[in-house]
Nanobody
């Protein structure tokens, strides 16, 4: 099992920045192939934001390219998301997630590919 705990959400005005953090714990953190950030706005489905592979390659959805940056610790136990130039449409609950598997170069942004989930942290961007 892997437990994930997010932190760093909050309220910011459009154009501002926030940094989210996620800490993983449990006996299977060494088996994590992919980690990622996902978000869900009220009335909408959960969607991918950015993922990072065990070998370090990031993947971003088009909506956040050039504005968000994902990074992870060497031991696979920490994950961060730097969010710059935030927009009102970035408002959502943000979740950290992890997928077990073999070492890999790339990871999907489809939430269905991920097994372990944190409780989420709210990000609110106002105009």
């Amino acid at each position: 099992q892997v437990q994930l705990v997010e932190s760093g959400g909050g309220s910011v005005q459009a154009g501002g920045s926030l940094r989210l953090s996620c800490t993983a714990s449990g006996g299977y953190t060494h088996n994590i192939a992919c980690m990622g950030w996902f978000r869900q706005a009220p009335g909408k489905e959960r969607e991918g934001v950015a993922t990072i592979a065990s070998r370090g390659n990031p993947t971003y959805v088009d909506a956040v390219k050039g504005r968000f940056s994902i990074s992870k610790g060497i031991a696979k136990v920490t994950l961060e998301l730097q969010m710059d130039t935030l927009k009102v449409e970035d408002t959502a609950m943000y979740y950290c997630a992890a997928a077990p598997g073999l070492d890999t170069n790339s990871c999907y942004t489809n939430p269905r590919e991920y097994t372990y989930w944190g409780q989420g942290t709210q990000v609110t961007v106002s105009s």
